[in-house]
């Protein structure tokens, strides 16, 4: 199971004390005490691993080393070692205190999340020409603790979208090694599935329905992870009695979430296509052709394959999906461009 939202408090660790001594050594009586050491900090880190959020399902707070206390003999206390933790490349840290966002977008990426507390002064700081057996000391400060919310907003270059059980897992069990579950009835997708095409990641993410926005069905949870995505594969089932209705569903949806989502580029696929005869596909591409990409397909000479916007596809018909197998290269070479 996909974690992809939790909530955790970090506390960075306090500073040691400063220390009070003094040399035993006779004709070198003087302040001797060293300084405190500083607090570990505590720092969020980038990685592959789209699991990595699984570590705070049970464990909800973390504290980094706090900084050892000063000693005689100039001997300051050793810093506290810092925390790191591990979180999924696309995470955003939320901090619920003081309304500060950081995001992690690359992998290795650090970002430092609480401040250690400084170590306090020894008495041999407060040292001076008319105070030379100073008792002054200084307590370590405090390290900071914070509430935070990390979530998870996958990366992907494809995000595969569509009414429920149109044939997203699939197509991306076909193209990829992915192993997301298919069934016949809906939401059997209910976390995101990646797969990689030669480097292109591919996210098939759970079907979405009327009022998803609001947080009917899946609601809200999933929409979040389409705002990563650079390009949407739109599926269509080919029996669906109303292929704009079904399209429509879901460009309103991912705008009324989100109006950039609407602008991302797309490209329609009408699916499960060897289920119907080709006149019903003809109808489909032509209703959607006609209302839903009037300026861009209709009335024009058939473009470059890479340049089409509605595609048929059926997973057991190698002509279709050598099509958009085509698509996903040219997209890779694309985006490579960029």
């Known amino acids: 199971m996909l974690i992809d939202s939790v909530k955790i408090t970090a506390k960075a660790g306090k500073g040691g004390k400063g ?3 003094f040399s035993k050594i006779k004709m070198s009586l003087g302040p001797t005490g060293g300084s405190g050491g500083r607090g570990g900090s505590v720092y969020c880190e980038a990685v592959a691993d789209l699991g990595a959020l699984r570590q705070f399902r049970s464990q909800k707070a ?7 206390d000063g000693r005689q003999a100039f001997r300051d206390g050793h810093d506290g070692q810092d925390l790191i933790l591990l979180v999924p490349r696309g995470t955003v ?6 309304q ?8 290795g990426e650090q970002v430092l999340i609480a401040q250690g507390g400084k170590g306090g002064k020894g008495n041999y700081l407060y040292r001076s020409a008319t105070n030379t057996s100073p008792t002054q000391f200084q307590p370590g400060l405090p390290g900071e ?19 429920p059980n149109v044939g997203k897992s699939s197509f991306l069990n076909a193209v990829t090694n992915a192993q997301s579950p298919v069934a016949d009835y809906h ?13 292109l990641v591919i996210a098939d993410l759970p079907g ?13 949870k999933f929409l979040k992870h389409i705002e990563r995505t650079r390009i949407l594969f739109h599926f ?22 989100n109006p950039l989502l609407s602008k991302k580029q797309e490209y329609v696929f009408i699916t499960k296509t060897d289920e119907v005869d080709e006149k019903r596909c003809k109808e489909i591409i032509k209703k959607l052709s006609t209302k839903v990409f009037p300026k861009k397909t209709a009335g024009k000479k058939a473009a470059p394959s890479h340049k089409n916007k509605i595609f048929e596809l059926s997973i057991i018909d190698p002509e279709k999906m050598d099509a958009a197998k085509k698509l996903l290269n040219q997209l890779k070479k694309d985006i490579v461009k960029d």
């Not at 973390?62 to 050892?68: I, P, V, Y």
């Not at 914070?146 to 270059?157: T, W």
């Not at 939401?187 to 480097?199: Q, R, V």
């Open 19 to 21: 220390a009070v001594a």
């Open 145 to 163: 603790e914070f509430l935070f919310h990390l979530e998870l907003k996958l990366i992907a270059d494809v995000g595969l979208v569509g009414l």
């Open 93 to 98: 840290v939320h901090n619920l205190e003081t």
């Open 62 to 68: 973390f504290s980094a080393e706090d900084g050892r």
């Open 236 to 257: 269509i089932d080919s029996k669906t009695d109303d292929p704009v209705r079904d399209y429509n569903i879901i460009r309103n949806e991912l705008k009324a979430y």
């Open 187 to 199: 939401f059997t997708t209910l976390e995101p599935h990646l797969g990689a095409y030669y480097g």
């Open 100 to 107: 500060t966002d950081y995001e992690l977008s690359k992998i």
């Open 208 to 220: 979405l329905i009327e009022g998803a926005s609001d947080g009917k069905g899946l609601g809200i």
